[in-house]
């Protein structure tokens, strides 16, 4: 059985002094001595799990979707990921593409019915995770909104843009026509592209609007 060992550690000194990384290859290796496993080292120095985008694993996971490994092992979980929708995404993939997730600290073999039974909580927990983060941002949301914040990035265009934009607007051309004057006046844009767009437009009218209401909400407080 063919196997990717990938190793990880996290900060500049462990990624030059090489702490953490003996340990995780011998913990594998003695677990592929006992398996008959033929490993493929892969490690990530200096990366920390906030997310998968590491070089290595990144060409771990090539490698296990194109059949040329069957396993991707790891002496620890947190090597792998810190978070569970990332850990539950691997899971999946894995499932998806024919491979094994091997976690040796947890005693973790998704090749096993015990395996695939934490797999399935993972994916579970993960997907409650993602139902209760969504539903925070909902709430924060809807809540700034209420108190007439301004929703988004912060306004870049000047003033006296904006202005020309809204009295164009409000002599009734639509968004096309505004964009088409703005770029034959060659006002430049808040990138200072020559040419406007439409959905340019739409979007100044829309933070115009959003300040408005911001403004609004922010007096009848005051009174």
Known sequence: MNVIGYLRVSTEEQASSGLGLDAQRARITSEAAHRGWTVRWLPDEGYSAKNLHRPALT????????????????????????????????????????????????????????????????????EWERELIGQRTREALAAAKARGQRLGRPRCTPDEVVAQVVALHDDGLSLRAIARTLTDASVPTTRGAVEWRPSTVRRILTGHRLDLEALASQTAEAL
């Not at 995404?89 to 015990?114: E, F, I, Y």
């Open 59 to 126: 060409e771990a996971l090539h490698l296990l979707a194109a059949g040329e490994a069957d396993a991707l092992v790891v002496a620890k979980l947190d090597r792998l990921s810190r978070s569970v929708v990332d850990f539950s995404n691997t899971l999946a993939t894995a499932k998806k593409q024919g491979w094994a997730v091997v976690l040796l600290d947890l005693g973790v073999d998704t090749a096993t019915p015990n395996g695939k039974l934490v797999a399935g909580l993972m994916a579970q927990i993960a």
